[in-house]
């Protein structure tokens, strides 16, 4: 069974009492999309935080990483485990040495 959105905020606001406003709460069933489930979780994830702050935060846009950032970081990770693998390498030669 589905709610419509007005029906979604009522309850929202019937079971979040001050310091939450309705014009907060709309704003916070609207970040998802009207997901009733997600955003009693963020409600109660906020705590007794400040709702103005809560919908500051959500209103800010994600922030991007460049697709050079994203690059530089995938090469990094490859690169130590390049240096890894040659680091193993050379301890199982170390190993086949020792042994004989």
């Known amino acids: 069974m589905s709610i419509t959105y007005e ?23 609207r970040h998802h999309e009207g997901h009733m489930e997600n955003t009693v979780e963020t409600v109660l994830s ?3 935080g400040d709702p103005t702050d809560l919908v500051e935060r959500l209103a800010r846009p994600p922030p991007e990483v460049s ?24 301890a199982a030669a170390l190993l086949v040495v020792i042994a004989r």
């Open 7 to 29: 029906e979604a905020l009522s309850t929202l606001t019937s079971m979040f009492g001050p310091p939450w406003t309705q014009d907060a709460l709309d704003a916070v069933l």
């Open 46 to 48: 906020h705590g007794d």
């Open 67 to 90: 697709n050079d950032e994203e690059l530089a970081r995938s090469l990094a990770a490859e690169a130590e485990a390049e240096e890894a693998a040659r680091a193993a390498a050379a």
